[in-house]
T-cell receptor, first 110, second 116 residues
Framework: KNEVEQSPQNLTAQEGEFITINCSYSVGISALHWLQQHPGGGIVSLFMLSSGKKKHGRLIATINIQEKHSSLHITASHPRDSAVYICAVRSDTSGSRLTFGEGTQLTVNP | DTEVTQTPKHLVMGMTNKKSLKCEQHMGHRAMYWYKQKAKKPPELMFVYSYEKLSINESVPSRFSPECPNSSLLNLHLHALQPEDSALYLC???????????????FGDGTRLSIL
């Protein structure tokens, strides 16, 4: 079992829909990151969380440390949100290393 | 626009060639990373430099040779690569390595490498 599990693996939505991507992890962590990767390859760091909730524009990230679970929400989705969303954690014992989930491929249709 | 600049964006090389990938950041970050990413897979950590010193080598074959000439530059020297080394190579940086608090990693756009 991977230390970081994401669901779903693939998600197709219509423009305007509310989207949720989930991430569960099995280790103690110091921080959880949500990353976005567009087809061109570059990765953008969306959020870094160690507790609670963060919001940036239409994106909201939450984390429940006790349940070892995080969610990324996108409100009023748009075709430009189509990308791979990756959850990554820095565990208490991993030093500089991030452990990545397999990613969620999101496609938003107009 | 990314604050971490990688060159070249694309590289095609033969198995006997020697080439280098370059990564540059001017954010004052003291930790720099090389990742390898195969299609539809998450990035895999290769190397970490902390204050210009190699701190992590994830058992990467010696045909990959990293170099950090100064705090803004990170190179990856390539020699005698194999076809399975074809991948996207991503560079990242963060404000501080472990011990200085957790900081987000800033990624470059990557170099797409093809080995013939």
């Amino acid at each position: 079992k991977n230390e970081v599990e994401q669901s779903p693996q693939n998600l197709t939505a219509q423009e305007g829909e509310f989207i949720t991507i989930n991430c569960s992890y099995s280790v103690g962590i110091s921080a959880l990151h949500w990353l976005q990767q567009h087809p061109g390859g570059g990765i953008v760091s969306l959020f870094m969380l160690s507790s609670g909730k963060k919001k940036h524009g239409r994106l909201i990230a939450t984390i429940n440390i006790q349940e070892k679970h995080s969610s990324l929400h996108i409100t009023a989705s748009h075709p430009r949100d189509s990308a791979v969303y990756i959850c990554a954690v820095r565990s208490d014992t991993s030093g500089s290393r991030l452990t990545f989930g397999e990613g969620t491929q999101l496609t938003v249709n107009p | 626009d990314t604050e971490v600049t990688q060159t070249p964006k694309h590289l095609v090389m033969g198995m006997t060639n020697k080439k280098s990938l370059k990564c540059e950041q001017h954010m004052g970050h003291r930790a720099m990373y090389w990742y390898k990413q195969k299609a539809k897979k998450p990035p895999e950590l290769m190397f970490v430099y902390s204050y210009e010193k190699l701190s992590i080598n994830e058992s990467v074959p010696s045909r990959f040779s990293p170099e950090c000439p100064n705090s803004s530059l990170l190179n990856l020297h390539l020699h005698a690569l194999q076809p399975e080394d074809s991948a996207l190579y991503l560079c990242a940086s963060s404000l501080s390595p472990v011990g200085g608090g957790d900081r987000p990693q800033h990624f470059g756009d990557g170099t797409r490498l093809s080995i013939l």
